[in-house]
């Protein structure tokens, strides 16, 4: 398949190349040139993409969910490997598939739990004896929570131990939670319960492990994602969205994403793996997933002093911190909690289905359109409604060029990632194998993950430079549910910043972290990347996602009653997304704008100056040259916008098109230093790597500034130099990639 890859290369190479000999004729429209000059002019049509849209059938994104969530799928597993055949026949189809459909597989590390000893967590008192034992587990209201390819609730990559100790509680398992605990008792020895939120699921037993912590429990609290909503008799699923009392979050406990045994490689069969021993950001201490039934039954017996006010919760009791240990009053009086865990890693073959629509004039340019395919359990919504609507478009596009009547511009790849759930696996493999070919030739990485959220409007993070494609795409796009709004009008009454550059604009998130697949995509290759959904109306809501999240209850079942009665916001997925990727793929210059990017980028720099130059210039550090840096990049981006404007670029050599389309293609990787940040696996682009500061500006400078106010030292100081340097001459460089090419300066 890589064979086929560099041919349709060197033939698109071959067609610039002929191309060149006959620019400086032009190519006027009504002339007599060859077919195959006015195909080096090939641009988005627009009346394919109002047919395209016109086309997108909510009723088949319906059917594909329903077949995608007949039975679990964890990765790996029989369920899986029935989604892979799944994809495969679909994009194979004579009629409806793609160019080609292949699998590439790889052997992954995976954690899992022990089928025939499970996980359990108990109160036992001074002799041992059981007095409560936690629901191992969720209630089944239908049959397919009975299914018995449910995974019983566990984090994966928590390691496998017996802890015993007094229960305390520790909010949201962050550092300065357990600093709280620790200023009023002993932790040694300990058990702690923590909420989901504030920190990553990992982290709670890596932040605990310094503090004598021997164990963690992890549960959802219903304040954070139900409203306060407990009772599964009448105001949770199955009556409601709301997580029902039993329901478990489960989810990889790792920090890093890909392989964890193979770190900047792809893991191939006979790939050098690192001792499991090695493996980086994982909980160094047992950790449990619990349901909030069961953590009522814990939190409302602790003893010691009431936690503060913003450590509440919606249990009726007031949550104490423990003594530690649970009141003298207690049922569990002079108790431990108790936790046996069996969970154990072991090599798997994973695979990632790949399809290909090959590029007509620029073969060897990609856009790609990705999801993963596994699910912790059903995943109705995560991840199978992306995977139905990326079905559904594919369907559309195959028929166009099975028919001969329609062949985009350029290579469409469309990718179905494996074992997703453990850590971003399927994505970040193909990433590492292929990193090469896909930093020279990807123009940009379309994710659509969890394609609905809730049915309310569109939520978009994404590079700066997309937000131009991604505004004319919602514009031309009904609402879900109107046949007069558009996607753009109703997304600006929920989310909305101003401009200073166009107004009133939606608000378009930033791709810090790694939330889904972009996270290969955008960090570690420097590729610019957008991920796509329908979500729900925060106004209304404290759920910090969907409330079945990760759970036994992501069922098709929930996702038709709950989420998206009729489909609707799906196929608005489908067609603002559809959209995109259509014009990306065809337009003859690509719809990116870099004056986008520089706007960001002054945004950040303000955030700079309001927050850290006083700090910086009082240990000598100037942010003159940082200041220079995102001005020079404002009159590059300026100076290119310009030079298009006023270009006539259809009648002009093709390479000038194709120069300017390499220039607003490798920017977002002119951000990218590998060397930029020693201690965040494969986050490399200086702009979007994940920070810890909650201030909205470059992470590694805020991040080291921050450190350095708390520390006083010199070397940290240092270190906050180093990252305003770092970004200050990684902006300078990508305001040169800008520039013309000749020119000096």
Known sequence: MLKKLLLFGFAGLVVLAVGILIGHFGIQKGSSAPGWVRELSHDVDEDFIEKFIAEVDNVRIEENLRELTKVPHMATTAGDEATVEFMLRRWQDKDSGLDAAWREDYRVYLSFPNKDTPNKVT?????????????????????????????????????????????????????????????????????????????GRGAKAINAAPFGVVGVLVYTEPYDMNDGLMNDKNETYPYSWYLPPSGVER??????????????????????????????????????????????????????????VDWQGSFPCTYNLGGPGF???????????????????????????????????????????????????????????????????????????????????????????????????????????YISKLSQRTVAYINVDISVFANATLRVSASPIAENVIFTASKQVKAAGSNTVSVYDNWIEY?????????????????????????????????????????YDRSKTRARIYPAYHTAYDTFDYASRFIDPGFTSHQTVARTAGNVLLRLADSFLLPFNCSDYAERLESYLSATVENFEEHLKANSISTEPLKEAVKS?????????????????????????????????????????????????????????????????????????????????????DQAHRHLSIVTQAISGAAHTLAEAHATQ
């Open 123 to 199: 109160v036992v008192n001074p002799d041992d004896a059981v007095l409560h034992t936690v629901q191992e587990k969720e209630t089944a209201y239908y049959p397919e929570q009975d299914d018995p390819e449910v995974v019983q609730p566990y984090a994966a990559y928590g390691p496998a131990g017996h802890a015993k100790g007094r229960l305390v509680y520790a909010n949201q398992g962050k550092v300065s939670d357990y600093e709280h605990l620790n200023t009023t008792m002993d932790l040694s020895g300990t058990i702690a319960i923590v909420r989901y939120g504030g920190a």
């Open 251 to 308: 989810g990889s406990y790792t920090s890093d994403f890909g392989d964890p045994l193979t770190p900047y490689l792809a893991a191939k069969k006979d790939t050098y793996r690192i001792p499991e021993t090695d493996i980086n950001g994982v909980p160094p201490i047992p950790i449990q997933p619990i349901g909030f039934e069961d953590a009522q039954i814990l939190i409302c017996e602790l003893g010691g002093t009431a936690a503060p």
């Open 327 to 433: 009141t003298s009053t207690s049922r569990f009086t002079n108790s431990e909690v108790k936790l046996d865990v069996y969970n154990s890693g072991e090599l798997r073959d994973s695979a990632n289905v790949m399809g290909v629509i090959w590029g007509s004039v620029e073969p060897d340019r990609y856009v790609i359109y990705g999801n993963h395919r596994d699910s912790w359990v059903h995943g109705a919504i995560d991840p199978s409604s992306g995977t139905a609507v990326m079905l559904e478009i594919s369907r559309i596009l195959g028929q166009r060029v099975k028919a001969g009547t329609w062949r985009p511009r350029r290579t469409i790849i469309f990718g179905s990632w494996g074992a997703e759930e453990f850590g971003l696996i399927g994505s970040a493999e193909y990433a590492e194998e």
């Open 495 to 535: 989310f909305n910043r101003s401009s200073p550059t166009y107004g009133l604009i939606p608000n378009v998130g930033y791709l810090t972290g790694a939330g889904s697949d972009y996270a290969p995509f955008i960090h570690y290759l420097g590729i610019s990347s957008m991920d796509i959904s329908y979500t």
């Open 633 to 717: 990049f404002r009159n590059a981006a300026t100076n290119l916008d310009s030079v298009i404007r006023s270009s006539d670029l259809v009648n002009e050599t093709p390479l000038k098109a194709r120069r300017i389309n390499d220039q607003l293609m490798l920017l977002d990787r002119a951000f990218v230093d590998p060397l930029a940040f020693p201690n965040k696996y494969a986050f490399r682009h200086v702009i979007w790597a994940s920070r810890s500061s909650n201030v909205h500006t470059f992470p590694g400078l805020a991040d080291a500034v921050e450190k350095a106010l708390v520390t006083g030292l010199k070397e940290d100081w």
